[in-house]
């Protein structure tokens, strides 16, 4: 159908003459499209008014006189601007991003609150056994066995809070997130009012008053440090076991090439749950490689570069509103009629590239099986007997990596991997290889195919500075249908959530001895 | 055909054939085949018509034969063979009473759907008496 459509065109057009006008294109059009609105969809009816604005942007239509010398200097959509920015400039951006000094002094000042709060915990308990026999020693009343007990059930339940706490929450931070962590935060009050309220009772009914009963103040004691080892529990509720239920199905998807990924996820705030597919990310996702990209790149700026628009008429009445809208239009509807072979070209580039892919792959695999032919692991015994020309496996990799070395640089250009093996690397892991006796198959396969991120060297995560981005605040919970983006400085992950439904399951009993079968026969038998 | 109602008796409109057998070599032979039995898969029999009928039924005949001569069709349920009934037989048993080898000729009463339409038709055209 839409070979129809151009074929006609071109017909026509070839029947007119040389100096035909956008006019009589434009009339054709509507002729056209009057014809075959219903059955063609490219044809595209344009209703412009007789004067056609300028091609520009929005800041040039408010220009009276028109230059004729414009349409030589503008010129189409290419790769770069002036303003690139080449890899290294981008290192060096987010490496100064990371020193900076805001992020650190936030990161001190919730150390050094939750290091006094943890230190006014643990001493207040002692505080309350300790200053009734500072303050009114001769008053007080000598403790009993039944007290004396308590002091070892305040040391030990102390030591469990102390390891408790440590497990919890001493923990190396594993990210930095924009917003505060909202449980975190209501924990530290709670235990901070708590704290308050029984410092508030002993100062005013124990220490104003002096009570002697000693016992009455141990058991206080003890039940303050009851209290704080159910607040913890209450913690580890919170902070670990509440997400741990998958509630929600995260899908991710990387913006430059649609790589997609799932994940079960709990009930988690937006930022924690970025956080815990960011870790994800790092594990699952092929490397991101803008080599690859460059290809689809260069067929857009193809497809612009194609079409102009002119005014032929002279500017001046552009006073409708929709002048961008129908030049857009017409555009299409030129590309549309234009006999454009570009999927063939990319339908026969492709074959050969999988070809040429192909025979370097084959080419490499024969290489590195012969290369690693020429290593034999030296037994325990003839290590003793012949200490001549015996290498560790570093210098057994540099040995027989150039007889390979060859075939996998070109694979490697082939496939747009070079930028992310160096020798160094490559040698690296054939030592490894070698070490831990891996077959030639083992050591190609991290080249064969692009792995996680994680698989590369550390200049490779260039991307740790990333970018919560969310329509909604990041503390806020995650929902059903929420979406929000994590930008690094290549490329973005769009997330998208999906609520896991409700799974009402039921059981059938089936009994072992009713598996019963019999022959289905149909003999035919002639007499 | 009536449907097959267990211990109740069946009642069916017969039709009485006797075949000759012949003599080929050291077989007798009647020239038709049999299929079904209470041991076969019933919903596999193409000729019957509730298939759930266990019964035997005639599934080919020999061109030529002694059954096309005394007008056995193809398609036809095997009710009794000389006098044993054959409604209840498993298919090797029906096979060793049809090829008894002392037994030069075979009495069937078969059955067919073309029966009942006659019959039905007959008694239609009269009136009852």
Same mark, same amino acid.
């Given at each position: 159908?839409?070979?129809?459509?151009?074929?006609?065109?071109?017909?026509?057009?070839?029947?007119?003459?040389?100096?035909?006008?956008?006019?009589?294109?434009?009339?054709?059009?509507?002729?056209?499209?009057?014809?075959?609105?219903?059955?063609?969809?490219?044809?595209?009816?344009?209703?412009?008014?007789?004067?056609?604005?300028?091609?520009?942007?929005?800041?040039?239509?408010?220009?009276?006189?028109?230059?004729?010398?414009?349409?030589?200097?503008?010129?189409?959509?290419?790769?770069?601007?002036?303003?690139?920015?080449?890899q290294?400039?981008i290192v060096?951006i987010t490496k100064?991003l990371e020193?900076?000094?805001?992020l650190?002094?936030r990161r001190?000042?919730t150390l050094?609150?939750a290091?006094?709060?943890?230190?006014?915990?643990?001493?207040?308990?002692?505080?309350?056994?300790?200053?009734?026999?500072?303050?009114?020693?001769?008053?007080?009343?000598?403790?009993?066995?039944?007290?004396?007990?308590?002091?070892? =059930?305040? *040391?030990? &339940?102390? %030591?469990?809070? $102390?390891?408790a706490v440590w497990a919890l929450f001493f923990r190396s931070p594993r990210a930095g997130l924009p917003r505060v962590f909202v449980f975190r935060a209501l924990l530290a009050?709670?235990?901070?009012?708590?704290?308050?309220?029984?410092?508030?009772?002993?100062?005013?009914?124990?220490?104003?008053?002096?009570?002697?009963?000693?016992?009455?103040?141990?058991?206080?004691?003890?039940?303050?440090?009851?209290?704080?080892?159910?607040?913890h529990y209450l913690a580890i509720v919170l902070l670990e076991l509440r997400q741990l239920q998958p509630c929600y199905s995260v899908c991710v998807m990387r913006s430059t090439d649609g790589e997609m990924r799932h994940y079960n996820l709990g009930q988690l705030s937006i930022q924690r749950a970025a956080l815990a597919i960011l870790e994800h990310y790092y594990c699952d996702f092929p490397v991101h490689n803008p080599a690859l990209l460059s290809a689809s790149k =260069?067929? *857009?700026? &193809?497809? %612009?570069?194609? $079409?102009?628009?002119?005014?032929?008429?002279?500017?001046?009445?552009?006073?409708?509103?929709?002048?961008?809208?129908?030049?857009?239009?017409?555009?299409?509807?030129?590309?549309?009629?234009?006999?454009?072979?570009?999927?063939?070209?990319?339908?026969?580039?492709?074959?050969?590239?999988?070809?040429?892919?192909?025979?370097?792959?084959?080419?490499?695999?024969?290489?590195?099986?012969?290369?690693?032919?020429?290593?034999?692991?030296?037994?325990?015994?003839?290590?003793?007997?012949?200490?001549?020309?015996?290498?560790?496996?570093?210098?057994?990799?540099?040995?027989?990596?150039?007889?390979?070395?060859?075939?996998?640089?070109?694979?490697?250009?082939?496939t747009k991997q070079?930028h992310c093996h160096?020798?160094?690397s490559?040698?690296?892991h054939?030592?490894f290889?070698?070490?831990n006796?891996m077959?030639?198959k083992a050591?190609l396969e991290s080249y064969l195919s692009a792995g996680p991120t994680l698989q590369y060297s550390r200049d490779h995560w260039l991307a740790r500075q990333w970018t919560l981005i969310s329509e909604v605040s990041v503390t806020s919970g995650l929902k059903d249908g929420s979406i929000f983006q994590l930008k690094c400085a290549d490329f973005s992950l769009v997330v998208t959530t999906k609520k896991i439904p409700y799974i009402q399951m039921s059981e059938?009993?089936?009994?072992?001895?009713?598996?019963?079968?019999?022959?289905?026969?149909?003999?035919?038998?002639?007499? | 055909?009536?449907?097959?109602?267990?211990?109740?008796?069946?009642?069916?409109?017969?039709?009485?054939?006797?075949?000759?057998?012949?003599?080929?070599?050291?077989?007798?032979?009647?020239?038709?085949?049999?299929?079904?039995?209470?041991?076969?898969?019933?919903?596999?029999?193409?000729?019957?018509?509730?298939?759930?009928?266990?019964?035997?039924?005639?599934?080919?005949?020999?061109?030529?034969?002694?059954?096309?001569?005394?007008?056995?069709?193809?398609?036809?349920?095997?009710?009794?063979?000389?006098?044993?009934?054959?409604?209840?037989?498993?298919?090797?048993?029906?096979?060793?009473?049809?090829?008894?080898?002392?037994?030069?000729?075979?009495?069937?009463?078969?059955?067919?759907?073309?029966?009942?339409?006659?019959?039905?038709?007959?008694?239609?055209?009269?009136?009852?008496?």
């Open positions: 159908m839409d070979t129809e459509s151009t074929y006609s065109g071109y017909s026509y057009y070839s029947g007119r003459s040389r100096g035909s006008h956008r006019h009589g294109e434009r009339s054709r059009d509507r002729h056209k499209s009057r014809n075959k609105d219903s059955r063609s969809e490219k044809s595209v009816t344009i209703n412009t008014p007789p004067a056609e604005p300028l091609l520009g942007d929005s800041a040039v239509r408010g220009e009276q006189v028109q230059d004729d010398n414009w349409g030589e200097t503008t010129t189409a959509v290419t790769g770069t601007s002036e303003h690139s920015l080449s290294e400039d060096r100064d020193d900076s000094v805001g650190d002094c001190y000042f050094t609150l290091v006094i709060l943890g230190l006014l915990v643990f001493l207040t308990p002692v505080a309350f056994l300790v200053l009734p026999h500072i303050l009114w020693p001769e008053k007080l009343q000598s403790c009993g066995t039944a007290c004396e007990g308590l002091f070892i =059930s305040v *040391a030990f &339940k102390l %030591l469990i809070l $102390l390891l009050v709670l235990v901070l009012l708590f704290v308050v309220s029984y410092w508030l009772f002993y100062g005013v009914r124990i220490l104003d008053a002096q009570d002697e009963n000693y016992q009455g103040i141990v058991q206080y004691a003890v039940s303050l440090v009851d209290a704080l080892l159910f607040i =260069s067929r *857009a700026a &193809k497809h %612009l570069a194609g $079409l102009k628009v002119y005014n032929v008429d002279g500017p001046g009445n552009n006073a409708a509103a929709g002048m961008a809208h129908s030049q857009s239009r017409a555009m299409i509807a030129a590309a549309a009629r234009r006999r454009d072979t570009s999927h063939n070209e990319l339908y026969y580039e492709e074959a050969e590239h999988e070809r040429r892919v192909r025979k370097r792959k084959a080419r490499l695999v024969v290489a590195v099986e012969e290369a690693f032919t020429h290593i034999k692991r030296m037994q325990e015994e003839e290590q003793k007997k012949a200490p001549g020309d015996v290498m560790d496996p570093r210098e057994a990799a540099q040995a027989i990596f150039p007889s390979m070395a060859r075939a996998l640089q070109k694979y490697l250009r082939t070079q160096s020798m160094e490559i040698q690296q054939l030592a290889c070698i070490t006796n077959t030639p050591f059938e009993y089936i009994d072992p001895k009713s598996h019963k079968f019999v022959l289905r026969l149909q003999s035919e038998t002639s007499v | 055909m009536s449907n097959f109602i267990p211990g109740q008796p069946l009642i069916a409109v017969v039709l009485r054939i006797e075949i000759k057998k012949l003599r080929q070599g050291d077989n007798l032979i009647l020239g038709f085949s049999i299929g079904g039995g209470i041991d076969q898969d019933p919903g596999q029999n193409p000729f019957s018509d509730d298939k759930t009928d266990k019964g035997i039924y005639v599934t080919r005949i020999t061109p030529g034969g002694p059954a096309e001569e005394a007008d056995l069709r193809m398609g036809d349920k095997i009710m009794q063979v000389n006098g044993y009934d054959m409604t209840m037989m498993t298919h090797d048993q029906a096979r060793k009473r049809l090829t008894k080898k002392n037994e030069d000729v075979v009495r069937l009463l078969v059955t067919r759907k073309s029966l009942e339409e006659a019959v039905k038709h007959s008694m239609g055209s009269y009136p009852r008496q």
